[in-house]
């Protein structure tokens, strides 16, 4: 069974997301001018947030997410990409709430001979932006790297998933 996509936007704290779905999961969420934007295809037609169950609900988990009342999303997801993307993104789902790692440790993961570079182009082209994880990815000297949104909203989420007792000991 076939069903089309559709999107609605939805303003969040970190801007306006647009969020698009087949009918049964959420097939794509973008931040409003972040790099690898979808395409119209990807969003396809436009509705409005409550017509979708799958909409409202990814709203609804984003909300409490960025409100640090969820750790982990329960929304269906679908996102469309190469086998390769696809497993990289599986690999970021991987990664708990409130932790990092590196792309060479998500090329381990994906296949024994995957570069980093090419694991860290499927990263930048994450269609499910926060959904599937993908800033908790850094460069392997820990220093935050590009992300599609801007390095400010990538930390900005990283902040928000520090334990809170890292930043009770924290001096700075």
């Excluded at 694991?119 to 790297?145: E, M, S, W, Y």
Aim: proline content about 5%; hydrophobic content about 35%; overall charge negative.
């Amino acid at each position: 069974m076939t069903h089309d996509t559709l999107h609605a936007t939805h303003e969040c704290p970190l801007g306006t997301v647009y969020l698009a779905t087949d009918g049964t999961s959420l097939t794509g969420a973008w931040l409003e001018g972040q790099s690898h934007f979808a395409s119209a295809e990807e969003l396809g037609e436009t509705t409005e947030l409550d017509s979708q169950p799958i909409l409202s609900e990814a709203a609804r988990e984003l909300d409490d997410y960025l409100a640090g009342n969820r750790t982990s999303f329960t929304v269906p997801l679908k996102p469309a990409g190469s086998d390769f993307q696809l497993a990289v993104w599986q690999a970021l789902e991987d990664i708990p709430y409130g932790y990092t790692t590196t792309y060479g440790e998500i090329s381990k993961i994906v296949g024994p001979h995957a570069p980093a570079q090419a694991v860290g182009q499927a990263v930048g082209r994450n269609r499910c932006i926060i959904f599937i994880p993908c800033h908790r990815v850094v460069g392997a000297d820990g220093k935050l790297t590009g992300y599609a949104a801007g390095v400010e909203t990538k930390q900005f989420l990283l902040d928000l998933e520090e334990p809170t007792s890292e930043k009770e000991t924290r001096l700075f």
